[in-house]
Nanobody, 126 residues
Framework: QVQLVESGGGLVQPGGSLRLACRAF????????IGWFRQAPGKEREGVSC????????FYANSVKGRFTISRDNAKNTVYLQMNSLKPEDTAVYYC???????????????????WGQGTQVTVSS
């Protein structure tokens, strides 16, 4: 059974850092593409970053470029999202999702992914 479990969310002050983890169960994460999304209250779910399983190609949303870093540890079957210089507007529920292959022009679309985690709350506030 395919399952994704996010962890690492919490409350952090502006300018702080958090590292989210997305652990995969039931499949080998190394052979799949993994995306991170977020959804703030009253807003649509938006793509944050994606990492390809086949060649490690990485995509970032403009809003997080230079602040967030996605990485994967195949031995732990886990993908990470390191978030630095956090801003109040980064507050959201963060989700990871997976699919066998995502195109570079659709990685940020929720419809491109087949399985989703339950989400982890990130709150940036003083």
């Amino acid at each position: 059974q395919v399952q994704l479990v996010e962890s690492g969310g919490g409350l952090v002050q502006p300018g702080g850092s958090l590292r989210l983890a997305c652990r995969a169960f039931g499949f080998d994460l190394a052979n799949f593409d993994i995306g991170w999304f977020r959804q703030a209250p009253g807003k649509e779910r938006e793509g944050v970053s994606c990492i390809r399983g086949s060649d490690g190609t990485i995509f970032y949303a403009n809003s997080v470029k230079g602040r967030f870093t996605i990485s994967r540890d195949n031995a732990k079957n886990t993908v990470y999202l390191q978030m630095n210089s956090l801003k109040p507007e980064d507050t959201a529920v963060y989700y990871c999702a997976t699919t066998k292959f995502v195109y570079g022009y659709t990685w940020f679309r929720t419809q491109a992914y087949d399985y989703w985690g339950q989400g982890t709350q990130v709150t940036v506030s003083s």
